[in-house]
């Protein structure tokens, strides 16, 4: 089964340096995702991804961040300079359609910021 | 604005015990709803979902309802297994309502006991 892939699984950072966090969504799928868990808290959305621009983004997604399609096939979350409180799980997610299609997590890149 | 509550972790039971973890829901909008879950190391996986009141979402084994007039989506499973051992997470979208992302509860640890 075709599955959400993501590289790396672990990333370890220093503040205020960036990061670029990727993901390979399914192939026909057209909704990209972003999403973030900090250790013990809830799965929070960032921002979502349709037709090569951000159709929405949550309070959490600042200028700190960016995501882009830069060939058609990966799927990049950017943060340009980070803080301590970046720490997270990040999880890419895609859907072939918008409405009530589920979406397809990929196993998440673990960011720790020290 | 939206909002799942799910019960706090971790739920520890033994073997072919009957498991619930309660899920209730705020929406301003008409929901779909869903139950994630998120084996050791893995992403999140869809496990069962409805997308309208008195729907019952099932799969492998487990089922939930879709209850309006109390606003749950309780996830029940007859008999449980070790191999059901994971973080569920129940959450709704709201894309009715103009919500491209998915809102998630705190996730509820299981653990089973052989």
């Known amino acids: 089964e075709p599955e959400v892939t993501q590289t790396p699984s672990h990333q370890v950072t220093q503040m205020g340096q960036e990061v670029i966090l990727r993901c390979v969504p399914i192939?026909?799928?057209?909704?990209f995702y972003w999403y973030r868990q900090i250790l013990g808290q809830k799965v929070e959305f960032l921002v979502s991804?349709?037709?090569?621009?951000?159709?929405?983004k949550s309070e959490i997604f600042d200028d700190q961040f960016s995501v882009e399609r830069p060939d058609g096939s990966n799927f990049t979350l950017k943060i340009r300079s980070t803080k301590l409180e970046d720490s997270a799980m990040y999880f890419c997610a895609s859907s072939s359609t918008r409405m009530d299609s589920p979406l397809h997590f990929g196993n998440g890149t673990r960011l720790t910021v020290t | 604005g939206n909002s799942v509550t799910q019960m706090e972790g971790p739920v520890t039971l033994s073997e072919e015990a009957f498991l619930t973890i309660n899920c209730t829901y705020t929406?301003?909008?008409?929901?779909?709803l869903f139950w994630y879950v998120q084996y050791p190391g893995e992403g999140l996986q869809l496990l069962l979902k409805a997308t309208k009141a008195d729907d019952k979402g099932s799969n492998k084994g487990f089922e939930a309802t879709y209850r309006k007039e109390t606003t749950s989506f309780h996830l029940e499973k007859g008999s449980v297994q070790v191999s059901d051992s994971a973080v569920y997470f129940c959450a709704l979208s709201d894309q009715r309502g103009g919500a491209d992302g998915l809102t998630f509860g705190k996730g509820t640890h299981l653990i089973i006991q052989p």
């Open positions: 192939s026909n799928h057209l909704y």
């Open positions: 929406a301003t909008g008409y929901p779909s």
């Open positions: 991804f349709y037709n090569n621009e951000i159709s929405e």
